[in-house]
């Protein structure tokens, strides 16, 4: 039966879920938003379809999203959605698999064990944990096991977590709640302030996606944008620019560039030594803001650049997790020393 057991990588991420699984790639990417029923608790949809519903709903539907600043926030609801994707993606299954899933690096035990616990009870035989930055790391190509030092800055839906990483192991992070919901939310507020507009997440996710900037562009098309009149109730639209976004942006982005010059500041002088010479690297959605490498790289000094494929890459790197799953961690309490231990020598025998 072992060797029917299937093995999955899971990006459990506050805005999206990716799901891997090995020789096939990237099985699914959805939203992580559950709509379901108040009055019976029964899930009515998940991913892409409960998405829709936001801010649609009427009083007995409920959207939601169960993950918050990349930990657990809703349980129940988590256990749900993870049940849905895992069998979306692996069908009909008697056998259950092993899960591996990433989680922000300056997760509490508590916060880990809630992540074990709801794979369980979602289907899962074992459940493996590695932290992003060195998903992210081995997704964009990173050798971790090498003695060199390199920085990943992986900025999430959530959270944003920023680390050096030397011999398969995390060196100095900081993981802070500012990510792609907090400039959701700052652009719904400098909406709200300028224009007396009140707007939705998913209108200002797609404000975000479509002109977000961390520098006004010189091309400073129009783009329209619909709501509700803050004064008198009545639907209203009115045109912003991409000057209006980067200036509603400054503050979440400027906490993030902030983050990333502490952990320069704190890393030992021969790993900053290694990070001048070979740079930082970018992952996850939030590095797709246009000029936001540009805006890091001017306030640390040292080249930024963005990974292939960074809004995968960190469940890619999760799925490269799993040639070693044996030696990850699955306790509820955590063997972090062995367990970068284990990866340091797996990648000095290039096992990945």
């Known amino acids: 039966m072992a060797n029917l057991r299937k093995n999955v990588a899971i990006d459990l991420g506050t805005a999206t879920v990716l799901v891997y699984m090995r020789g096939k790639g990237v099985m699914l990417n959805e939203p992580s938003v ?21 801010g649609r709903t009427p009083g007995n539907i409920i959207a939601t999203r ?5 930990v657990i926030a809703d349980f129940n609801t988590t256990e749900k959605m993870l049940t849905y994707f895992i069998q979306k993606t692996l069908g009909k299954s008697f056998v259950k698999p092993n899960v591996v899933i990433c989680v922000p690096s300056e997760i509490t035990q508590v916060q880990r064990r809630a992540v074990i616990q709801a794979s369980k009870y979602a289907g899962a035989y074992k459940t493996y944990l590695i932290e992003e930055p060195l998903a992210a790391a081995i997704g964009a190509g990173v050798d971790i096991g090498d003695a ?11 959270t944003t977590d920023v680390a050096v990483i030397s011999l398969g192991g995390i060196i100095i992070n900081s993981s802070i709640p500012i990510a792609g919901d907090e400039c959701d939310m700052a652009i719904a507020n400098y909406i709200k302030r300028k224009y007396n507009m009140i707007i939705g997440e998913r209108t200002a996710e797609d404000i975000k996606i479509n002109i977000a900037t961390a520098y006004p562009r010189d091309d400073d098309e129009l783009y329209e944008v619909r709501g509700r009149n803050l004064i008198n109730g009545l639907p209203m639209h009115v045109f912003i620019t991409s000057s209006d976004i980067s200036e509603a942006l400054s503050k979440p982005l400027n906490k993030i560039v902030d ?3 502490d952990v320069l500041e704190q890393t030992p002088p021969e790993l900053a030594a290694d990070l001048f010479e070979r740079g930082a690297l970018m992952t996850g959605g939030g590095s797709l803001i246009t000029g936001f490498d540009k805006k890091i790289q001017e306030k640390i000094g040292i080249k930024v650049r963005l990974a292939e494929g960074p809004v995968t890459a960190v469940v890619r790197g999760t799925g490269k997790a799993l040639n070693w799953i044996d030696k990850l961690d699955s306790s509820e309490m955590g063997e972090e020393s062995g367990r970068k231990k284990a990866i340091e020598e797996r990648m000095k025998r290039n096992y990945i």
């Open 66 to 70: 169960p993950m918050k600043d990349g």
């Open 34 to 54: 559950v709509a379901m029923d108040s009055y019976t608790g029964k899930v009515l949809s998940v991913g892409k379809e409960a998405k829709k519903m936001l």
């Open 148 to 158: 060199g030092g390199s920085m990943i800055i992986d900025i999430g839906g959530g």
């Open 259 to 261: 983050t990333v010059h």
